[in-house]
């Protein structure tokens, strides 16, 4: 029982982090449809941001406070310069979009390693996340229910901002028809930038999540970033709902597998599963059902 | 005064349009005639700012607008309603009506007037625009025009699709439309009588260009059917 207990906790605990890696590719990807290879090195800024603030606050409470927004801003800032330089130019070119971004996230990696160094950094946990709690009797990391709520709310946040705000209502508009968007008078331009920012700064603040369960280096992004992409296309392109069915899945059966096996044999299979699932249903788990533009 | 001259614009490669000259007066109902394929949709996109203009120039009471962006003409006052009930299909009725009136100021105080002029809308607020029918989605893609609240109104085949005595309806809403708040339209349509009995002037279009226009009167109605038949 309570091995069953900790393992699923396990499971949706390590969901929980991919799904806040994804949740800003379902918004840059998902919606817009830009394969950002650097969404992982915006994550990476984001863990490296909470680092810097404990460098100079101390608290690691106060710090993991003050870290949170302050990442969802220098991810965001990233993301618009990157969209403003370069993605803008090339939003029907799915191709090319892929490898310059590739190329970003090298410079992105190269750069980190010039401020901080290749030797990974750790940040200090705040006293009341470093214990374990009991949930039902089995005792299971305070940090790992932090990030599972940490998750909860930022996912809940982004739907309602999807499906409830005037924002959110531009970008749906302009992600269903650029055309009509335009000349019903709005910017399809400055929706795609703060598109970008939002889903750029929930990168930022899976980082600063990540740092709570790991260490930070220049090359974490990379850990996430293929599995982010998996999350949001199991789930089903543009849709919050598939993405957490999907981040929960995947989070299980890597801890099932991993269970007897090791890390990467379960990675290797849970992979073959997901490809294997997406031949059955290549429109991943939550289709979208309305004519787009009718 | 809404102006073109020489305007040459198209898809790509393709050039549709081969120099159009054409003034649309302050006030009253311009109407493009043309077939299938005659470049209607093309000349109206072009008004908005959604194809680029190869050579030519487009004005607007004399500032020269050729260069702006279909978000920024929309800001000075043109609306669009595009051919075949084009509508933010997975937004609701309402969304896609808030969603224009936001990006305007004044949209939100416009929204009750508008939903009085459509007031079967007002039962499908909650409903989504691709589950609209396509009369309805008509009268909504109308509305999101007005909110706006525009000083020239480009409808493209409003009539297509929708049944004789909604288009009546329809007809009539334009021309109060005009002749009430000093709105101009421009309106591309096929059926002859429908576009004369609503409009002031006309122009007919073959192939990307202008081959007959004058003021929409008796004689008008012949003249447009001899030049539509060669
Ligand atoms: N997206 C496009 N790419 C290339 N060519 C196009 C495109 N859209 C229209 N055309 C071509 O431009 C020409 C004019 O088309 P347009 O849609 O302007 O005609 P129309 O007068 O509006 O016709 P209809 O009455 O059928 O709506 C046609 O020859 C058409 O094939
Ligand atoms: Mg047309």
């Given amino acids: ?3 069953l207990i900790s393992q699923l906790f396990a499971g949706l605990s390590l969901g929980s982090v991919l799904l806040l890696a994804a949740v800003g590719l379902s918004l840059t990807f998902g919606q817009m449809g830009v394969i950002n290879m650097a969404h992982g ?35 965001g800032l990233l993301g618009l310069i990157l969209e403003a330089t370069l993605l803008r130019r090339m939003y029907h070119r799915p191709l090319d979009t892929l490898l310059v971004t590739f190329g970003v996230s090298l410079i992105l990696q190269q750069l980190a390693r010039d401020i901080f160094g290749a030797p990974s950094v750790d940040v200090r946990l705040p006293e009341l996340l470093s214990g374990p709690v009991m949930i039902f009797g089995t005792p299971v990391p305070a940090s790992r229910v932090f990030i599972l709520a940490l998750t909860v709310v930022v996912v809940a946040g982004l739907s309602l ?91 299980l059966l890597q801890v099932f597998f991993e269970f007897g096996t090791t890390a990467s044999i379960a990675k290797v299979i849970v992979l073959v599963i997901v490809v294997a699932f997406l031949q059955i249903r290549p429109q991943g788990i939550v289709a979208t059902r309305t004519r787009g533009l009718a | ?83 075949g009930q084009k509508s933010f299909g997975s937004l609701t009725t309402r969304e896609n009506l808030l969603v224009v009136a936001e990006a305007h100021p004044g949209g939100k105080e416009r929204l009750d007037g508008v939903l009085d002029l459509f007031p079967a809308l007002g039962e499908l607020m909650d409903r989504r625009a691709g589950l609209l029918s396509g009369g309805q989605r008509q009268q909504l893609s109308i509305a999101r025009a007005l909110l706006t609240g525009p000083r020239l109104l480009v409808l493209d085949e409003p009539s297509e699709g929708i049944q004789p005595s909604v288009v009546q309806e329809i007809e009539e809403k334009i021309v109060g439309l005009a002749s009430r708040s000093g709105t101009q339209v421009l309106l591309a349509e096929q059926k002859v009588g429908f576009a004369l009995e609503a409009a002031d002037r006309y122009a007919v279009l073959a192939t990307g ?12 109605v012949d003249a447009a059917r001899e030049a539509l038949a060669v």
């Avoid at chain 1, 650029?178 to 331009?189: K, P």
């Fill in chain 1, 1 to 3: 029982m309570e091995i």
């Fill in chain 1, 41 to 75: 090195e915006f994550i990476m800024a984001g863990a490296y941001t909470a680092f810097t603030v404990q460098q100079i606050l101390g608290s690691a409470g106060v710090s993991l406070l003050v870290s949170l927004p302050l990442a969802f801003l220098v991810g």
């Fill in chain 1, 161 to 251: 901002l999807m499906s409830r705000t005037s924002l959110g209502r531009r970008i749906r508009a302009v992600v269903q028809s650029r055309e009509l968007a335009e000349a019903s008078g709005i910017s399809s331009r400055r929706t795609d930038a703060l598109t970008f920012f939002v889903g750029s700064g929930l990168a930022g603040v899976a980082g600063v999540a990540i740092t709570l369960i790991g260490s930070t280096s220049p090359t974490l992004g990379t850990t996430y970033i293929v599995d982010a992409f998996l999350v949001v296309v199991a789930g089903g392109i543009g849709q919050i709902r598939g993405a957490v069915i999907a981040a929960a899945g995947l989070g």
């Fill in chain 2, 1 to 83: 005064m809404f102006s073109f001259e020489g305007v040459r614009s198209g898809y790509g490669r393709t050039e549709v349009l081969h120099g159009i000259d054409l003034e649309v007066p302050d006030d009253g109902v311009t109407t493009v005639l043309g077939h299938n394929g005659a470049g209607k949709t093309t000349l109206l996109k072009t008004v908005m700012g959604l194809l680029p203009v190869r050579s030519g120039r487009i004005t607007w009471d004399g500032e020269d607008i050729t260069r702006l962006s279909a978000h920024q003409r929309v800001r000075m006052g043109l609306a669009w309603v595009p051919q």
């Fill in chain 2, 209 to 220: 260009r202008i081959v007959r226009s004058g003021l929409a009167d008796e004689a008008a």
